[in-house]
């Protein structure tokens, strides 16, 4: 049984992943971000916020945008990131992806935004009307 297509949206801004050690304190300019998230592993502590929260000095890859999957999203749900990541992987597009309590997001290179909305589209994805979508 094949997985139908899911609505998702754009949100607006430019976000930026970030690395700082593990045993660092988490940092405040991530607060007050309306889209941040925070993992520590034994090798790092790593940072996704919106791009212009990240003070300099920080290790940092900007230029991502956000895309989030319309939610919220059934815990027993099967196959929903795969279906939406494997065009952007057939396509040519990066990926950094994350899923919360309610849904899963995925960012892409900004520059490949445009090819990245082509290919979920063509896999039968849609993106929804919000006004929160960004510019495309």
Known sequence: MSTPGVG???VAGEFA???LP???PLPGWAQGSRFCSVTRTDDELSVLCEAERVPSGVTIERGW???QVVGPLP???VGIMVAFVSPLAQAGVP???L???DTDYVLVPGAKLSMALMAL???GHHLADTPDSGEV
Do not use: E, M, N, S
């Open 22 to 24: 593990a045993d660092a």
């Open 65 to 67: 945008r956000l895309l």
């Open 8 to 10: 998702f949206r754009v």
């Open 99 to 101: 899923a919360t309590y």
């Open 121 to 123: 589209q063509r896999a």
């Open 17 to 19: 992943a970030c690395r």
């Open 75 to 77: 815990f027993d749900a």
């Open 95 to 97: 990926v950094l992806t």
